[in-house]
């Protein structure tokens, strides 16, 4: 505020709660954030070094009051909203929060309908209109049924490919090489390790004058010969920590494959009897004007890695387009020209 920095809102008030917010954000230091998982480093996006990080943190925590008893409270679940934590308003940037409305209507004949829908709406649209030019609500069922739509196609193909070509793109193919350059490296460490014995073995002959050679001369072989052997010990030591690595990811990739192999299962069984629960009420709804926008989402796919990521564009019936994004944190509401 001193400095005339301006929040990204324009504005010079700066919150506690925005101010620790960027404090504790993992990016400074390289790592990507999605909920509650967290990417390795990237050192191509590190601006701040782990020490001063952590000591940021101790310092926010060392001011922080921290209560008496910790508050009871339940943790809320619920499969309707799907995308939560996942969606930005474009214009403004705000992230939009679930929300689930309920109307009365009266009919015609006396009797009374009651409606329900599910909405994503952007909070700084409607507490200050002027502020944000993009769309106040967004209809959640049929954003739901976008990225549901999406995930199936990607399960589809997952399911088509077999297993042995699954691991096969998985595992890395350099075990072969790291094992081959570990075996060369331990034959060099063998081979300069019985250099040196010979050495010390002549050693002891030039101190006793049964040896040909000069002890100096046996010294300055022993010392040369001495060295290449913690060389080729280093060499030979990490030739094997990159064999056991690539080791313990291959091995992880194949835990990885077999875990995808039972996603179709597995979300088909959790859809069925969690995420179509909604939809009954939603589809009382569709007598009504329903909710549409010139605005596009773009999404996560789903996919494992970036290459995976869908092509194209697939329609939703608002008139909505579902993207394809290479990243889970990067999905945002943008409006189409």
Known sequence: MQQGILTKKGTSLWRGTTIRAIIENPIYKGIRRFGDERS???????????????KCIQLV????????????????????????GLLYCADCGTRLYFSHNTTTK?????????????????YRKLSSRKTCRGPSAYNAERLNDAVDTEIRKHLARLGSISEEDLLKAACSQNADLYEVAYRQAEEEFQKASRQV?????????????????????????????????????RAMEEAKAKKEAEAENNKAAQ???????????????????????HRCAGRQNRDRRELRSPH??????????????????????????FFCGHNPSDIHIHQSK
Request: aromatic residues 6%; charged residues 30%.
């Open 106 to 122: 009266k009919l015609a004949d006396g009797t009374k309908r009651k409606y329900e829908r599910d909405m994503y709406r952007c």
């Open 61 to 84: 925590k060392g001011r922080a009051c921290t209560p008496a008893h910790a508050p009871d409270g339940v943790v809320h679940t619920d499969s309707r909203s799907l995308l939560s």
């Open 255 to 277: 835990a990885q494959v077999k875990e995808m192999l039972t996603w179709v299962e597995r979300y088909d069984k959790a859809s069925g009897s969690q995420a179509y629960d």
């Open 197 to 233: 014995a010979a050495l010390e073995e002549e050693t002891v002959k030039a101190l006793t004058g049964e040896s040909q050679l000069d002890l100096s001369v046996v010294n300055g072989m022993l010392l040369k010969h001495r060295a290449k052997l913690e060389e080729c010990q």
């Open 40 to 54: 390795e480093p990237f050192e191509e996006l590190r601006i701040v070094d782990d020490v001063t990080f952590e």
């Open 296 to 321: 596009s989402i773009q999404g996560f796919c789903g996919a494992v890695h970036p290459a995976d990521c869908l092509i194209g564009q697939e329609r939703c019936g608002a008139g909505c387009s």
